[in-house]
């Protein structure tokens, strides 16, 4: 950007030195931290490595100005002193612009539980990053200026990209100070009507997190033998791989042995490792691959649900629901618990939006029940323990022994074979040893009854309740949620001492969106009281944050224009463009002032043609360092926002309305800041009507 406005490659040697130090001081301390160099943590480097070189360029941009003004006057006074002089002009400002950037994010430190975690460290890396760019822009900047902005200065008025960009602009700032009220009429107008626009928006709380894999999860009723669950596996393992983009496929059904698996054998995890994007079939995106999957493995009575393995266990562990929607319901009888859940599948079935939805059988569990015959037990000198104890050892075996195989140890359990207790009336052909040491058939001591009752019960906060899952495609979560608690409110009534509860991410987006109600305020209150620290002045610093209505045409069109939903990526995004948006105000303000106060110290301030010049020479003549900035910004934002793979697509989110926003903002401020200046400042002049201003106040 430097060498393209400035025709100086030693200039571009100050950033380029800055920003490294920058980023690596910026380094320690997260590693005083114990945070990790993750996805997130370096994202946030990545958003700000754009704006972290503003202050450099606005700096080296301000110091050719002034080597051509001393070269121009005859190198009157020391090189040095312009150099210094180039600096003062525009380090406060730049410094509170940078520190504006990095205060506007706090309010990310203020998000909670799931949210909180994901975004802090990508918050403390953009905190840390723009604050040493502050800071060494005030130190670091001016020493590595001194050293490298030496030899001749090309004039502006010789370099073909600035003197192409200020013919181009000066009839533009000359149409908006004579029409300026309808330059800023023009400009609501088109703020207003970004207002439908992002009424249409979906909103979800985060876009998915693509890990490279994808977990298919369907749920059998309960009571699926394990031969049964075999072979239903195996084959939907099977249509998963006949599909191009699949490389493997891992099923589970059941609970793996181990403690912490509480998995019932009608729960099925598949884990589908996908090959690189690169080789998928053309056209392919993952929301067409999960559809093409879904087609080859409907089972029935078995409804799909897909997701992310690492989300999902999140997702688990947090929620209890493994699916982006849950609905719990809660009450106190399981039968009418179960029949509820049963009720809201069904409403759930006929809203736009609806994959799959599975409400859990909590009562469908088949047992069976060893009923004790005490007086025939009693007859034979039994007790109930030695019945049990024998039921036990035949039916789920015992350990008797333990073999040693170097440092392994295994343990040895001893139990009936599968021929002699696989139906009722097999075991009740186990015979029980008396204490005559008579052998009794179990049959005789105890009646053998099949009975449904719950496979698992439970409970959160003293309740019992019973979960629905849904699986939601091709529709924002808040839009679907609020269509399914309509259907469900319309065809569901529940007694007495029954409710329901909507979890899963929907939880996670209400909390969000209560928290940001309070964070984006406070961010746009932050950033104004750091703009009038700055200025010391309430007008100067509303002008600056009109830019933020501004960035907000760009921002809501290229989130419609890539069909993202608003999420908490978003705004993130939108946040963070708020410091940005607060730079170049800064910035567009500052030229205009300067030029405005270097023509009213001269004299030459007498009335509205000259106010009119002076707008012109402060924007467009000083637009090389605005389009520097700008194309900085863009620069570093771009690469993100085409930016593909793991992680890709919440950056994508944080970075769509950044890129927007400060397009926008750019231009409308390129047109409209001058035409409020202008209206601002002539309040102190005489008017000439010969000057033909039109309509202009």
């Known amino acids: 950007v430097i060498v393209v406005f400035l025709l100086h490659f030693r200039s571009a040697l100050v950033p380029i030195l800055t920003l490294p130090v920058a980023v690596l001081l910026a380094f320690l301390p997260l590693r005083a931290q114990g945070l990790t160099a993750n ?131 000066t009839p533009v700032v000359r149409f908006s100070v004579r029409h300026r009220r ?23 709380f985060m876009p998915p997190l693509n890990e490279g894999t994808i977990l298919h999860m369907p749920t059998a009723p309960p009571g699926m033998s394990a031969t049964e669950a075999g072979r239903v596996l195996q084959y939907m393992d099977g249509q998963l791989k006949g599909v191009p983009e699949v490389q493997t496929v891992f099923g589970k059904i059941g609970r793996a042995r181990t403690a912490t698996d509480p998995a019932p054998m009608s729960m099925v995890e598949t884990v589908v490792t996908l090959k690189p ?33 690492i989300q999902t266990r999140n997702e688990m562990l947090a929620t209890g629901v493994r699916s982006a929607v849950g609905v ?101 052909r186990i015979l029980v040893p008396t204490p005559t040491g008579a052998q009794v058939p179990l049959a005789q001591l105890a ?13 959160e906060d003293g309740e019992l309740f019973g979960l629905v899952s849904v699986d939601v495609a091709n529709r924002p979560l808040a839009q679907y949620v609020h269509d399914a608690q ?62 933020v209505p501004f960035s907000l045409v760009g921002a809501v069109g290229i989130l419609a224009l890539l069909g993202y939903h608003l999420s908490v990526a978003v705004w993130v995004g939108m946040i963070a463009l708020a410091g940005l948006d607060a730079e170049t105000g800064v910035l567009m303000l500052l030229y205009l002032k300067l030029a405005h106060r270097e023509r009213e110290a001269q004299g030459r301030l007498r009335d509205r043609h000259d106010l009119e010049e002076a707008v012109v020479e402060g924007a467009a003549h000083r637009i090389r360092p605005k389009m520097m900035t700008v194309c900085a910004i863009l620069f570093g934002l771009l690469p993100i926002l085409l930016g593909h793979g793991s992680g890709a697509d919440v950056m994508k989110r944080i970075a769509a309305p950044m890129v927007g926003g400060v397009l926008t903002s750019f231009l409308l401020e390129l047109i409209v800041y001058p035409a409020i200046f202008a209206g601002w400042k002539a309040r102190r002049l005489p008017a000439r009507p010969d000057l033909g201003y039109g309509n202009a106040p």
């Open 486 to 547: 309509a259907a469900v409110a319309d065809q569901v009534i529940l007694p007495p001492r029954y409710r329901l509860d909507w979890s899963g991410q929907f939880e996670y987006y209400q909390r969000a969106a209560r928290r940001l109600a309070f964070v984006v305020p406070l961010t746009l209150l932050l950033v104004f009281g750091l703009l009038w620290f700055n200025t010391r002045s309430v007008t100067e610093s509303a002008i600056v944050m009109l830019a």
């Open 39 to 169: 996805i997130m943590s370096l994202g946030g480097i990545a958003v700000a490595i754009g704006a972290m070189v503003d202050a450099s360029i606005i700096m080296v941009e301000n110091v050719h100005k002034k080597l051509e003004s001393w070269e121009a006057g005859g190198r009157a006074g020391a090189r040095a002193e312009a150099i210094v002089q180039g600096l003062q002009e525009v380090g406060r400002p730049v410094f509170f612009a940078l520190m504006v950037i990095t205060v506007s994010f706090l309010p990310i430190f203020t998000l909670e539980a799931t949210e909180g975690r994901l975004f802090r460290p990508l918050a403390f890396t953009k905190t840390y990053s723009m604050f040493f760019a502050a800071l060494l822009a005030v130190t670091l900047t001016p020493a590595l200026a001194s050293w490298f902005l030496r030899g001749r200065i090309r004039p502006e008025r010789e370099h073909p990209v600035s003197r192409g960009l200020a013919r181009a602009y």
């Open 277 to 309: 994007e690169s080789e998928w079939r053309p056209g392919m995106t993952w929301e067409r691959l999960i559809a093409d999957m879904d087609r080859r493995v409907r089972v029935p009575g078995m409804p799909n649900i897909w997701w992310m393995p």
């Open 328 to 428: 719990k319901v809660y009450g106190p009888d399981l039968a009418t618990i179960e029949r509820l859940s049963v009720d809201v599948e069904r409403a759930l079935q006929d809203v736009p939006g609806t994959r799959s939805a599975y409400a859990e059988r909590i009562t469908g569990g088949l047992f069976l029940d060893f009923d004790v015959d005490r007086t025939e037990a009693a007859r034979y000198g039994l007790t109930v323990a030695d019945v049990q104890d024998v039921i036990e050892t035949a039916v789920g075996g015992v350990p008797v022994s333990q073999t040693v195989e170097g440092r392994e140890r295994y343990p040895i359990n001893v139990r009936y074979a599968r021929g002699f207790r696989e139906d009722p009336e097999a075991l009740g």
């Open 182 to 204: 309808a330059v800023v009429i023009g400009a609501l107008l088109l703020v207003l009507a970004t207002v439908p626009l992002y009424l249409r928006l979906g909103s979800e």
């Open 447 to 459: 009646r053998l009854q099949f009975r449904t009752g719950p496979p698992m019960i439970q409970e």
